[in-house]
Structures are given as C-alpha cells and as structure tokens.
Nanobody, 121 residues
C-alpha cells in the first residue's frame, strides 16, 4: 500500500507563488512516477506535471514555464513550485503515484486527498 500526504495549498494573489509537497509512505512498493493533477469546479481532472524516478518530467502546456516539479527519491517526496499563478490555476490539486509491487510486479495507482489552491485578489 502507498499513502500520499499533501501539504502547501492555500490562498494566493495573482502573480504569487506556492509550493505543494507530497510525501509517499510505502511498504513493499517501488514508486515509479509521481505527479500532480488538478480539478477545477465543473471540470475534469487534468494532468499538471509528472516526474519519473529517473528524473524525466512532463508538464501541461498551460503551466510550462511557470510550474516546476521536483522529486526527492530518498524521501519519496514530490514538490510542485508554482510561480506566476493565475486565477485559472484555482483548483483542488491531487498528488498521484504509480508504484510497482515487489511481489507481483504489477503497477498500482494511488491518489492523495487533495489540497485546495485558490488564486484570487
């Protein structure tokens, strides 16, 4: 089982910055990919950014150049540095992890509980 605990959401003015953190605790799993998704009211959940255990990253076009994802493989923690925030970035942000079970070799997907980010003046 993998548990994800998020922190760092809140209210920020347009143009401001926030850092989200997600710590993964796992037993008998190897975490492959970690990332962030978001869901705004009335909209589908969408990818924000992901990073693999080897450091490859992927970003949504809407956040490229403003958000940076990073990962501490020792601590199993992923961070999302969000700069130049816009009102349209307002959403619940969810941490995501894909992990491989040591015993079965199967991959499983896990989600955090979500953290609210509100960008408003």
């Amino acid at each position: 089982q993998v548990q994800l605990v998020e922190s760092g959401g809140g209210l920020v003015q347009p143009g401001g910055s926030l850092v989200l953190s997600c710590a993964a605790s796992e037993s008998r799993f190897s975490i492959k990919t970690m990332g962030w998704y978001r869901q705004a009211p009335g909209k589908q959940r969408e990818l924000v950014a992901t990073t693999t255990s080897t450091g490859s990253t992927k970003y949504a076009d809407s956040v490229k150049g403003r958000f940076t994802i990073s990962r501490d493989n020792v601590k199993n923690t992923v961070y999302l540095q969000m700069n130049s925030l816009k009102p349209e970035d307002t959403a619940v942000y969810y941490c995501n992890a894909v992990a491989t079970n040591w015993g079965t070799g199967y991959n499983y997907e896990y989600w955090g509980q979500g953290t609210q980010v509100t960008v408003s003046s």
